[in-house]
């Protein structure tokens, strides 16, 4: 069965930096996409970046776009957020999520979900 396992959370300091790793493992993705998502205590889950497992395709949503960027490792069945400028409004639980043709900016889209990490930023 499909597994997506997220690492790479914790606590930074407003203007720093972090990297998240999503490592899939299960089935082969080429065809697939894999997106990020987060959700803030109280908010809805909120679509962050995507990219094509099989391309270079990135999406990103206005709010993350020029600080976070989005990579994949096809060997190693990994995606990547790298994280920069992280402000305290980026704190929430981030996701890592895959689907075959999802709806990029739409969480209920995708098929398969990690269990989460938690970024928080401080001010």
């Known amino acids: 069965q499909v597994q997506l396992v997220e690492s790479g959370g914790g606590l930074v300091q407003a203007g720093g930096s972090l990297r998240l790793s999503c490592a899939a493992s299960?089935?082969?993705?080429?065809?697939?996409?894999a997106g990020w998502f987060r959700q803030a205590p109280g908010k809805e889950r909120e679509f962050v970046a995507a990219?094509?497992?099989?391309?270079?395709?990135?999406y990103y949503a206005d709010s993350v776009k020029g600080r976070f960027t989005i990579s994949r490792d096809g060997a190693k069945n990994t995606v990547y957020l790298r994280m920069n400028t992280l402000a305290p409004e980026d704190t929430a639980v981030y996701y890592c999520?895959?689907?075959?043709?999802?709806?990029?900016?739409?969480?209920?889209?995708?098929?398969?979900w990690g269990q989460g990490t938690q970024v928080t930023v401080s001010s």
């Open positions: 999520a895959t689907g075959l043709s999802p709806i990029i900016r739409t969480a209920s889209s995708y098929m398969y």
């Open positions: 299960g089935r082969t993705f080429t065809n697939y996409v």
């Open positions: 990219i094509r497992w099989s391309g270079l395709t990135t």
